[in-house]
């Protein structure tokens, strides 16, 4: 256990502070492989391992894209701090709140975009972005709680999805990763910067 | 001299291999302050100091900036590679080549945006939009050569603007900076993320 908490993105501590492993509860079929177990009261708590596993896979696939080519999506009010502070430092761009239909699928519209890869908050009040990155074929990381379906998803993110706290502390840290990858690039790329 | 040499943002040599200071055959009246002398053959050198001073101060003024707020236009073909590379690590847009007319002071186009602050890579073939800015009262950074001239001008960085590897290493510092100033924020952000 020392060895593996060692390997974490963060402190354990600071992931159990926020509560980013309780869950509802509710619990799906989908996210039996995440939850850790039941507790006397009926609430669902999810698996840190798991949680810190996913979240650092979820950081390298953003790492793999340049910042105009990923989109993020929050309904819940809960999330909208995070993700425009998430925004803010990466350059990526977000809609928190309710996101204008058909800009992924219909070119003609004024506010079409090109993007491709998605971050939703919750696939539930995010899920006709989900249908449409489907439509389109590009692949979707959702962050998921107990209660959540994840068919269609390409990439699920165990966590509490829900609290404020949580969900600062999960963009903070994709945040964080997504610089460090930027920063690793930059040393990598100093070469190609000064080639003829 | 090796106190001043220490806090250059890059070591003096890396500026001197790729010619940051080499100018042209031209100087204006305007670029008088920035130039350190007339060569034999003609070719008008700059001011190391000074470069690597206003390099420091156009890096500290984007990082005011969040990448969405900030376009770099560069209608040159040799900064082209450039520009691209510092977009991809910043997530800052450019317009590499001829920009669409009217993107700025147009709100009826498509092509229309918001922008607060500007980068040009040089004033004279980027003329265009630097009247734009100025017609919209946003602020101007340009990269200028012993032969331009600054009027409308809000920071003047003198360079050798029009080689491919002395942009190379200008866009590349300039990314570097951007990066760490994001990284700063980030950790100061913590508590923002985390409180409720």
Known sequence: MANQEEQFLIPLDEYLKVGIHIGTK????????????????????????????????????????????????????????????????????????????GIL?????????????????????????????????IPVIALCDTNNETNNLDLVVPCNNKGKKSLGLIFWILAREYLKSKDKELKENLDKFMEE
Do not use: H
């Open 105 to 137: 699928t219909n070119p003609n519209l004024k506010t079409f975009i090109e993007t491709k890869l998605i971050l939703v908050v919750d696939p539930w009040p995010d899920k006709n972005i989900v249908k449409d990155a489907l439509k389109i074929g």
């Open 26 to 101: 509710f619990r799906t079929k989908y996210m039996a492989p995440f939850i850790y177990k039941t507790r006397p009261d009926g609430l669902v708590v999810l698996n840190v391992q798991e949680i810190d596993k996913r979240i650092r896979l979820a950081a390298n696939l953003l790492s793999q894209y340049n910042p105009e080519d990923v989109l993020v999506v929050c309904r819940r009010e809960n999330g909208w701090k995070a993700v425009s502070l998430f925004s803010k430092l990466t350059g990526i761009r977000i809609f928190a709140g309710r996101y204008p239909p």
